[in-house]
């Protein structure tokens, strides 16, 4: 009996090891199809979403949002995307110069007419003066060199 149960346990052991041979030949007959045929490159796997369909047609690879179908190339979809990736980084750098430039001008346009030593002359002739209750850290803002002139 016993030399029977052990024959019965091996068989059963060899039966499930089969199985799961069996299981990652099926898993891997797939890929390995997909890897050895001849258009690889050309098989339709990647499935696009709206904003990948938009780029599609910007780019021109088709016509219209309708004709594209279901699945596309994986190897077309990274090329437009690239070509989106770069485009957008393009505008990016020229909006960044276009909004310094625009804030240089606003910055010269707006400049204040005094320096930083003529307010602080202004500032200690306030102080002998005994005129030191305005804030003199406010007059860096509001005075000009017309405000000297006054004095």
């Not at 437009?80 to 990736?85: D, E, H, M």
């Not at 005094?114 to 509001?142: D, F, I, P, W």
Request: net charge positive; charged share 25%; aromatic share 8%.
């Amino acid at each position: 009996k016993l030399i029977l149960l052990d024959s019965l346990l091996q068989e059963n052991k060899y039966l499930e090891m089969f199985r799961h041979l069996l299981r990652a030949v099926n898993c891997a007959r797939h890929s390995l199809v997909r890897f050895n045929s001849d258009g690889v490159k050309n098989i339709p796997t990647y499935h696009p979403d709206s904003l990948d369909k938009k780029i599609l047609v910007h780019f021109k690879y088709f016509a219209s949002v309708e004709e594209i179908p279901h699945r596309v190339s994986e190897s077309m979809m990274i090329q437009a995307k690239s070509k989106a990736r770069i485009k957008t980084a393009n505008l990016m750098i020229f909006s960044t110069i276009v909004c310094a430039c625009i804030t240089i001008y606003f910055a010269k346009t707006s400049m204040r007419q005094n320096s930083l030593v003529e307010e602080n002359q202004r500032r200690h002739t306030m102080y002998k003066k005994g005129e030191t209750g305005s804030g003199a850290r406010m007059g860096l803002v509001t005075n000009t060199k017309d405000d000297d002139k006054t004095e």
